[in-house]
């Protein structure tokens, strides 16, 4: 099993930016992939970044150009850098591994006021 922690959150006015830290409690190179996703009030909670073990990544397109989503393997840490934010961006982020199944952390709110 894997646990996953978030921190970052917090409230910015729109054009601002914010970073997420996830840290995992191991070793991120032995993860298939791990993800931010998001879940905004009366939405369905939806994929905004993954990174997988490889390195590779993928993007919503709501987010592409000003979300970037990294890692640093010696802190067992993924990373959601996002600049440009939009009051739609407003919403619980969450962190997931990818072992097995998804293994969720408790989310970190992210509020982007106008």
């Known amino acids: 099993q894997v646990q996953v922690v978030e921190s970052g959150g917090g409230l910015v006015q729109a054009g601002g930016s914010l970073r997420l830290s996830c840290v995992a409690s191991?070793?991120?190179?032995?993860?298939?992939?791990m993800g931010w996703y998001r879940q905004a009030p009366g939405k369905q909670r939806e994929l905004v970044a993954r990174?997988?073990?490889?390195?590779?990544?993928n993007y919503a397109d709501s987010v592409k150009g000003r979300f970037t989503v990294s890692r640093d393997n010696a802190k067992n840490t993924i990373y959601l850098q996002m600049i440009s934010l939009k009051p739609e961006d407003t919403a619980v982020y969450f962190c997931?591994?990818?072992?097995?199944?998804?293994?969720w952390g408790q989310g970190t709110q992210v509020t982007v006021s106008s």
């Open positions: 990174i997988t073990s490889g390195g590779s990544t």
């Open positions: 191991r070793s991120i190179l032995s993860i298939n992939a």
């Open positions: 997931a591994a990818d072992y097995g199944l998804l293994w």
